[in-house]
Nanobody, 125 residues
Framework: VQLQASGGGLVQAGESLRLSCAVSGRTFRGHAVGWFRQAPGMEREFVAASNRNNGGSVYADTVKGRFTIYRENARNIVYLQMNSLRPEDTAVYYC???????????????????WGQGTLVTVSS
């Protein structure tokens, strides 16, 4: 399974971006997909995830209400729509996928088997 993240860039606070993650190599439907981010000098953290069964989603408290994860199973793409961006959202964003991720560990990085290369999002104040 290969993941290719794209869509990052430089925006001002309050603006929006949509990140894309193209998944290839395996049946997309059977995989949970997630987005994580790593800010400079910080550990990588969970942002959002969509489970493999019914597409139900979970979000980090810091992005809830502003970010939306959704997937196009027919095209093997998962998106992260980011609205009302803040300077503290600045980070490298990574997409991840895994066939064994369950509802209970959607937020856990170690549950994901496959990772993309990351795309940089910079939000200026």
């Amino acid at each position: 399974v290969q993941l290719q993240a794209s869509g990052g860039g430089l925006v001002q606070a309050g603006e929006s971006l949509r990140l894309s993650c193209a998944v290839s190599g395996r049946t997309f439907r059977g995989h949970a997909v997630g987005w994580f981010r790593q800010a400079p000098g910080m550990e990588r953290e969970f942002v959002a995830a969509s489970n493999r069964n019914n597409g139900g989603s979970v979000y980090a408290d810091t992005v809830k209400g502003r970010f939306t994860i959704y997937r196009e199973n027919a095209r093997n793409i998962v998106y992260l729509q980011m609205n009302s961006l803040r300077p503290e959202d600045t980070a490298v964003y990574y997409c991840a996928a895994g066939p064994s991720v369950t509802q209970s560990n959607l937020r856990s990085q170690s549950a994901y088997a496959y990772w993309g290369q990351g795309t940089l999002v910079t939000v200026s104040s």
